[in-house]
C-alpha cells in the first residue's frame, strides 16, 4: 500500500518545484504509474478530467484507490467547494460558501482534554507538525442520499489520540466545533444545539481509516469545508465529519452529540451507512453521487467493510443506528 506524503515541517513542494514543472507532475506520475504498472493509481490519478491538484501540499502518492470501484472516480472539485453542509453558516448548500468569507481559520487553539495524560492547548500548526500528511481518496456519503468521492489530505486519528495517552477509563473521544456567532451567522439561531459535536468510540477512532483533514484536493480547507482541521470517518454518515474543532476531549462516557441531540429519531450516535436501515422519512438504500446520472446502490458501511466491520460484530445495527 502506497502513502507517506511529506512531513508538515517539510518544505511544500511548491516551493522548491518551479511552477510549470510542478503543475505537470500529476500528468508525470500519472504516465509513471502506467508504465510501471501501479494499476488503479494511475487510473484514478488521471481523474478528474481537466482537473490540476492545487500546490498546498505535496500529495502525489495516495491511499484509498484501491477501495473504488471500475465505475468510480474522483469528484469534480467544484462540488465539493461549492456543495456544502455546514449548519453554522446556514441550512441551504449554498449557504456555506455564500456566508463563510469571514471566518477566520488562523490562529488557531486546539484543546485536548478528559481522560488522557497529556491534556494541553496547542496552536493547530503545533498539534500537526509532527506528522506526515497522508492523501487518502475517500467516499463521503451524506444522509441525504448524496456522496462524492474526494482525496482528502489529513494526518491519521490514531496517531493523534496515542499520542496524548488515553487512559484505561477513556471509551469515547468528543470533539467540538468553534463557537463563533460573530462569523457564523446560524450559530444566532436555535437551528442546532451549539456548538455541534461529533463523538466515536475509542476503537473507532484508532481504527486506521479515521483521518484529521487539513486539505483536500491538495490544497488547504476552504472555509466552507471546516479549516482549519476537521474529522473525516469515511463509514460513516457524513455529520459525523465534524467540521473546524477546537477541541477533542477524552470521555468515560458516550457523548451526547449534535444531530443525535436535535432529532434522535432520525439520527442515531452511530451512524455507520447502512442501506438496511432507512431514514425514517427515506430510504437510505441507493445514493446519488454527485456528478452521475445513475443513482447505485449504498454499500454496506460505505465499502470500508473489511476495514471496520470487525468493530461491530455482536452489535444489533438495526437498533444502534
Ligand atoms: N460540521 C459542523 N461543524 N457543522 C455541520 O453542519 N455538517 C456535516 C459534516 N460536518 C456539519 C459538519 C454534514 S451533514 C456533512 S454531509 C459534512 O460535514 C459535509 O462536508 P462537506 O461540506 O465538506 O462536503
Known sequence: MLHRITKASTPRSYEITPEPMYLNRRQFIAS???????????????APKGFQF??????????????????????????????????EFGPDKRDPINLSSGF??????????????????????????????????????????????????GISLAEVVKRFEPLGSCKFIRFETVMRPTEMPNQNTSALPWPYVEALRLDEALNPLSLLAVGAYGQSLLNQNGPPIRLVVPWKYGFKSIKSIVRITFTAEQPRTAWNTQ????????????????????SQATERRIGDFIRRKTLM?????????HMYEGMDLQKHF
Open 54 to 87: 492545487g500546490p498546498d501540499f505535496n500529495t502525489d502518492v495516495v491511499d484509498g484507490y484501491e477501495q473504488l470501484g471500475e465505475n468510480e472516480s474522483v469528484t469534480f472539485p467544484t462540488s465539493f467547494f461549492s456543495y456544502n453542509n455546514f449548519n
Open 263 to 282: 432529532i434522535p429519531s432520525e439520527y442515531g450516535f452511530w451512524a455507520n451507512v447502512n442501506p438496511t436501515v432507512d431514514h425514517p422519512r427515506w
Open 32 to 46: 509513471a504509474s502506467a508504465t510501471i504498472g501501479l494499476g488503479p493509481y494511475s487510473k484514478a490519478l488521471a
Open 104 to 153: 477566520i481559520s488562523r490562529p488557531w487553539e486546539i484543546m485536548i482534554d478528559g481522560l488522557c495524560a497529556k491534556p494541553c492547548v496547542l496552536d493547530v500548526d503545533d498539534f500537526v507538525r509532527p506528522y506526515t500528511f497522508e492523501s487518502r481518496v475517500y467516499r463521503l456519503r451524506c444522509t441525504e442520499t448524496w456522496s462524492m468521492v474526494i482525496p482528502w489530505v
Open 301 to 309: 458501511f460505505n465499502g470500508y467493510l473489511d476495514e471496520v466491520a
